[in-house]
């Protein structure tokens, strides 16, 4: 894995489908490690810096514990731990934070604040999370379906029901493409990607051999797939108004029984990056049951708590991808 040795990670259109695999056969090994009590620590000495303008459980749980397990210190700067884009640009906190620590997580709002962090701080910076990509989740998201899939990658089909906008749904398209895979987004046309992002993706689909599909009917979208994705329907730092708008436009790609159903293949696995809303035990919940008379938004209690929901080893899988991100790029 030397050939990552300094590299950032701020989207996976930067990384080719050996790269990608690479990381994800080192997760694996790392995860195996980890259970079997044999890991050995490669990041003794390293420290990084944790920066979130956006709040977190699986990201900064999974950098922390990835970084601990490996022998690493990490810093941790909540959204109000820092003076970056306040009292500080962004490239002056860079340099700052460079010359202090060993490699930068950031989660935030703007892209080119994670790329303007990787232009001048002279270590590696990953992408914790931003408005247009989540690099991080993915790898956790094919890690996973390896486990439950035995098809290679390349013939693995699976669809994003929901916001086609939506960052996770974005860097899931990319890494489809980059892997060859089959990917269908189902959408209402006006939540399809932009012109531009379908262009990328195309673009990396005809390298590959990969399917990027784009559906409005929500059964045929889903039909003869392995896995069924979604994720919330207004996405953090979105304004509340928003709430209204997209119900109206995306109650018909809710994943519920039926539609799990309508994958016609009894092996289905249903995947979300998490937080779910799909009861009414939060207080987003709550409101939303108040506001429109729902008790769950983009996937029912029903699917989320059933034996085909594998949103929980997803969930653990976001600390050993980032572990093998963190041992390929440092160690």
């Not at 996770?168 to 060859?180: E, I, P, Q, R």
Request: include cysteine; proline fraction near 3%; aromatic fraction near 8%.
């Amino acid at each position: 894995m030397t050939h990552l040795r300094g590299r950032s990670v701020l989207r996976l259109d930067d990384f080719t489908q050996a790269e990608i695999l690479d990381l994800l056969r080192l997760g694996a090994e790392l995860k195996a490690a980890k259970r079997g009590g044999y890991e050995a620590q490669r990041l003794k000495g390293k420290a990084l810096a944790l920066i979130f303008e956006k709040d977190s459980t699986r990201t900064r749980s999974g950098f922390e514990v990835a970084a601990y397990d490996q022998g690493a210190h990490v810093t941790y700067m909540g959204p109000s731990g820092s003076h970056i884009g306040h009292k500080e640009s962004v490239k002056d906190t860079a340099r700052v934070l460079g010359r202090m620590y060993d490699a930068i997580e950031f989660r935030g709002f703007a892209q080119a604040d994670v790329e303007l962090l990787a232009r001048h701080a002279g270590v590696p910076v990953y992408n914790g999370l931003t408005d247009s990509a989540h690099p991080t989740q993915v790898l956790a998201d094919f890690m996973t379906m390896r486990e439950f899939c035995d098809k290679p990658l390349k013939q693995v089909s699976f669809a994003f029901m929901g916001d086609g906008q939506d960052n996770v749904a974005l860097s899931l398209a990319m890494g489809a493409a980059k892997l060859g895979m089959r990917m269908r987004f189902g959408a209402p046309e006006a939540l399809w990607p932009a012109a531009e992002d379908k262009a990328r993706l195309a673009a990396a689909a005809e390298v590959s051999g990969a399917e990027i599909l784009y559906e409005a009917d929500p059964k045929q979208a889903v039909q003869g797939v392995d896995f069924i994705y979604t994720d919330v329907w207004v996405s953090m730092g979105e304004d509340d108004s928003l709430w209204e708008e997209r119900i109206k436009l995306l109650r018909p790609y809710q994943v519920d029984a039926a539609l799990m159903r309508a994958a016609g293949n009894d092996a289905v696995k249903f995947m979300h990056c998490l937080p779910a809303f799909h009861n009414t035990e939060t207080a987003v919940g709550r409101e939303i049951e108040r506001r429109f008379g729902l008790s769950a938004l983009e996937v029912t209690e029903e699917v989320f708590e059933s034996p085909a929901s594998i949103v929980f080893d997803e969930a653990e899988n976001r600390m050993h991808s980032i572990k093998a991100m963190l041992v390929a790029t440092l160690a």
